[in-house]
């Protein structure tokens, strides 16, 4: 969002917030918040993103708002505690910078009016939202560490030169306002983005799929090859047994007439120095006997490897096709559609990750923890469910359920979702009643079920602990 577009939201927007009261903030994002100031299903959007600083007015319902809500952060906590219903009095941007300045006065019957300012930083990689007083000390500040503190008096960063004169109003021809009009292009936008991302997470995990059948298929072929040619071994064995009474003993093994070749030469066949004829012969026919049954085996995963192979190559042109053409559900479909090998199944037969006897729940950063609810459920989804780069979680010397955060997108779990995750692991063992528990936590691909083990117990190859109180947490 350039000055000029800016300018134009903020002479948009002033003559319908001022005078309003500031009402419920809704927390969007880590970065993102949309302020009710009383305009009848509109809302003032505010996002601090640096990729995409921006402002203005959305339409939306009240029940679509609250259900993307997330818990409300510490600053959010901040405004409804200091700005609740209070008026707008002004609405001004910095004249040479991307800075929007919201004055308000507030009023308690113990403190009379009080006047603050609300600071809308949308300055790209030093986005950032203040509240400040009266006398312009910052009160509290949404990303911390990277600027002006609490306390400090407020100053704005630095614009660069010659900005101003750069730029046009975004294009609102067909809307009935630049804020609808910037609300459907950023809506469209990350909708775009969404489609992408799903597209290529599932594109990557395809052409992964490929890349291990064909190493798998190369494994298999060189396996074949050293176990080499099986009619070949049988030749040998038979002529050292068809030569029993005249092979004559080299340093490198028997000479021996060839009585498979027209010609008959005389060969000399290897053998092992310590072995009779009869004794060299049958190592030869254990030779020929392995070669056999492994040509057999191989071909069969060979033939095996070859429907898995064709089976990713036709889904990945199909998704390839897909996002060419739009459809959103069937790329969203194949990103979530992640299949899992059942054990001792061949490769071409799947198990789509379908949860079942689990408790779903999700973490207040959008990831999705499930819960184990006996020991059999708890293989089910640790072994049958859970993909190698989840993340495992179980109470450390209690018995309990297993916990698997899904993270079907391979991004870094943040904090509070492990924190989230822990707590559950915690509270549906038998450390429930603990005041303070040890959950451990490791990816899925270092969880291993000992031969003839019992439902349930598992072994860790490498895993860290974590202390948490036990208890549901507050979720979305």
């Known amino acids: 969002m350039n000055e000029q577009t800016l300018q134009a939201i903020v002479d948009e927007i002033e003559p319908r917030v001022t005078g309003q009261k500031f009402g419920r903030v809704f927390t969007l994002g880590s970065s993102r918040f949309a302020i009710d100031l009383r305009l009848g299903g509109e809302y003032l959007f505010v996002s601090a993103e640096p990729q995409s600083p921006r402002l203005y007015l959305i339409k939306r319902k009240l029940k679509d708002l609250e259900k993307a809500s997330r818990k409300d952060s510490p600053f959010a906590a901040i405004l409804r505690k ?129 890349k291990k059948q064909k190493r798998l298929r190369e494994a298999l072929e060189k396996d074949l090859e050293t176990h080499g040619d099986e009619e070949q071994w049988k030749r040998l064995g038979d002529t050292l047994l068809a030569n029993v009474a005249n092979a004559k003993r080299t340093g490198e093994g028997f000479e021996v007439t060839d009585y498979f070749d027209d010609e008959a030469p005389l060969v000399t066949i290897p053998a092992d120095p310590r072995h009779s004829v009869s004794e060299a012969a049958e190592e030869y026919f254990k030779k020929y006997a392995k070669a056999r049954n492994a040509k057999t085996a191989i071909a069969e995963r060979l033939k095996d490897v070859s429907k898995e192979t064709e089976r990713i190559e036709r889904e990945l042109a199909e998704l390839r096709d897909a996002f060419e053409a739009g459809d959103r559900a069937a790329v969203f479909e194949a990103e979530d559609s ?85 707590k559950l692991a915690a509270f549906y063992s038998k450390a429930k009643n ?43």
């Open 338 to 422: 992640v299949p899992v090998p059942l054990p001792g199944k061949k490769p071409g037969k799947v198990l789509r990750d379908e949860p079942t006897g689990t408790r779903k729940f999700v973490s207040r950063d959008g990831f999705e923890i499930l819960v184990g609810k006996k020991s059999k459920d708890n293989d089910h989804l640790t072994f049958r469910i859970a993909n190698s780069l989840d993340t495992w979680l179980h109470a450390a010397d209690y018995p309990g359920s297993h916990v698997v955060i899904r993270n079907p997108g391979r991004k870094e779990i943040p904090v509070s979702t492990l924190v989230d995750a822990a």
């Open 82 to 210: 200091h700005l609740a219903n209070a008026e707008i009095t002004s609405v001004e941007k910095d004249p040479n910078d991307r800075i929007v300045t919201m004055q308000l006065a507030a009023f308690s019957e113990l403190e009379g009016e009080t006047e603050y300012r609300f600071v809308i930083q949308l300055t790209g990689r030093s986005s950032n939202l203040f509240l400040l007083d009266g006398a312009g000390t910052i009160v509290d500040v949404l990303k911390r560490g990277k600027g002006p503190e609490p306390g400090d008096i407020y100053e704005a960063p630095e614009a660069p030169p010659g900005r101003r004169s750069e730029g046009e109003v975004f294009d609102a021809e067909g809307s009935e306002s630049l804020s609808e009009a910037l609300d459907r292009h950023y809506r469209e936008a990350e909708e775009e983005q969404k489609l992408r991302s799903a597209f290529r997470s599932a594109e990557s995990r395809l052409t992964r799929d490929l």
């Open 434 to 476: 603990e005041s303070k528990a040890a959950v451990r936590y490791t990816l899925r691909k270092f969880v291993h079920k000992p031969k003839g083990a019992r439902p349930g117990l598992v072994s860790l190859a490498d895993f860290k602990t974590i202390m948490v109180e036990p208890g549901i947490p507050e979720l979305p």
